[in-house]
């Protein structure tokens, strides 16, 4: 079992840079396939990105290639997501996910989720 913490969201304005990042409380944190989500008022959570387990695959929506890093430190139990050249529309509660399978986690279907951070983009 693993439990998920997310952090650094806040308010930022448009074309601004955040970071967030996942601390996985746990064991065999080097075992899950990680990724991220969001959910902004009035719409279905979405994928953004993921990591597979082993660091060597990362997945990424349409919408935030080239904007958006996704990457992990094993020796910390965290994943990380990088967010540039941020917009209105990247405008969400985000959120962590973790499951052994990697397409679990892609499809938004992991055992297990963090609570959630807030990302404001607004002038």
């Known amino acids: 079992q693993v439990h998920l913490v997310e952090s650094g969201g806040g308010l930022v304005q448009p074309g601004g840079s955040l970071r967030l990042s996942c601390a996985a409380s746990?064991?065999?944190?080097?075992?899950?396939?990680m990724g991220w989500f969001r959910q902004a008022p009035g719409k279905e959570r979405e994928f953004v990105a993921a990591?597979?387990?082993?660091?060597?695959?990362?997945y990424y929506a349409d919408s935030v290639k080239g904007r958006f890093t996704i990457s992990r430190d094993d020796a910390k139990n965290t994943v990380y997501m990088q967010m540039n050249k941020l917009k209105p529309e990247d405008t969400a509660v985000y959120y962590c996910a973790a499951d052994y399978n990697s397409d679990y986690v892609i499809r938004g279907l992991s055992d297990y989720w963090g609570q959630g951070t807030q990302v404001t983009i607004s002038s």
């Open positions: 990591i597979s387990y082993d660091g060597v695959n990362t």
């Open positions: 746990g064991r065999a944190f080097s075992s899950y396939n």
